[in-house]
């Protein structure tokens, strides 16, 4: 294979440090986004910070496999830009580079991101998601994460706040505060000395011992207290979580969605048409890295160099890739609905590659755009 020309290995360079900056940026901005969000649901649960940390690693693949092709658009435009702005551009045509010879590192560029959605769409996303789900649901299953957690008000289900002042070493519950405020007519508070957990087969009961039920009737505000010596509360409602059955179409291979037996069909509830659409969209997601570069550098070569910078391409190439996206969503809902047009998860690819072919042309016929001379002056 030729060795890479001089220019196309400077020009990949710049590429590369400006889509690890972009990257790195897009990914923080996005992993942020998400922490909170499971900080809240975790941390705020009673997990712990370890729980936290595991399963904020295991939703980065589905958070850079985002930041990915716009990185790789921004980091073409930028590049491009500043060597326009440097004529840098300017000089490397006036040896005779086409705009289409231009675009080869890019390309290269944009093989090299492919490459790395790939592995992330085909191999890491799936893995981490069904890491992720099953861990998920092993916490919700836990009733001691859930629910034993010493010194702290929690929410295990809607209108229901539980309190624990010591949990002992043996199971046992000192101090407890239970409110149920499920039904609007009747609020009921209970408080007790101490309490048991006790599991049966399909259901769980919360023995309280030595305590007070205090009931509000809200339509006359009537408060009414009971005092017991011992009183069971049932707290299967809002423990109970749906057991796992089965891996979601996320979850599978891409061999296996490409298959799409029926066996997998029932295992995931997804019909064919929808099994095929998936994984084709692996596969066009991968090849969006390569538009999504090409886009933003075709876009910048319309119109040459002006001492008034390239402001007007760039907000093109954005408007571009926001048409690009679209068509994503439009051929892939496309790809779902019939199984026969399998292909049509393509057409953000094909249609992109063929804005880029036209920007590239444009750009080699200036001339195109021009007014022509009238009676011998030019306009």
Known sequence: MRQLARFDRYMLSQLMVLFGFFSLVLVMVYWINRAVVLFDQLIANGQSAAVFLEFTALSLPAVIKLALPLASFAAAVYVTNRMTSESEMVAVQATGYSAFRLARPVLYFGLIVMLLMSALTHYLLPLSTARLDVRRVEISQNMTARLLTEGRFIEPAPGVTFYI???????????????????????????????????????????????????????????????????????????QVAPRTGRRASELSTFELLRATQAIQTETGETRGKLIARANDR?????????????????????????????????????????VKAMETIGLNIARGNPALWFAAYLPTVIGLALVWVLLFVSTRPYLFKRKPQNGVSA
């Open 283 to 323: 596969f066009a997601q991968s090849l969006l890295a390569v538009v999504g570069a090409l886009v933003g550098f075709a876009s910048l070569m319309v119109g040459g160099f002006s001492r008034f910078g390239v402001w007007r391409q760039i907000v093109g190439a954005i408007v571009l890739i926001i048409l």
């Open 165 to 239: 002042r010591e949990v002992t070493g043996a199971g046992e519950l000192h101090d407890i505060f239970l409110t149920d405020l499920r039904d609007p007519e009747s609020q009921i508070t209970y408080t007790a000395a101490q309490a048991y957990i006790v599991k049966t087969e399909n259901d769980a009961q919360l023995v309280m011992i030595n305590g007070l039920a205090q009931t509000l009737r809200t339509s006359d505000n009537k408060l009414f207290t009971t005092t017991f010596d011992d009183f069971a509360y049932n707290i299967g409602d809002f423990l």
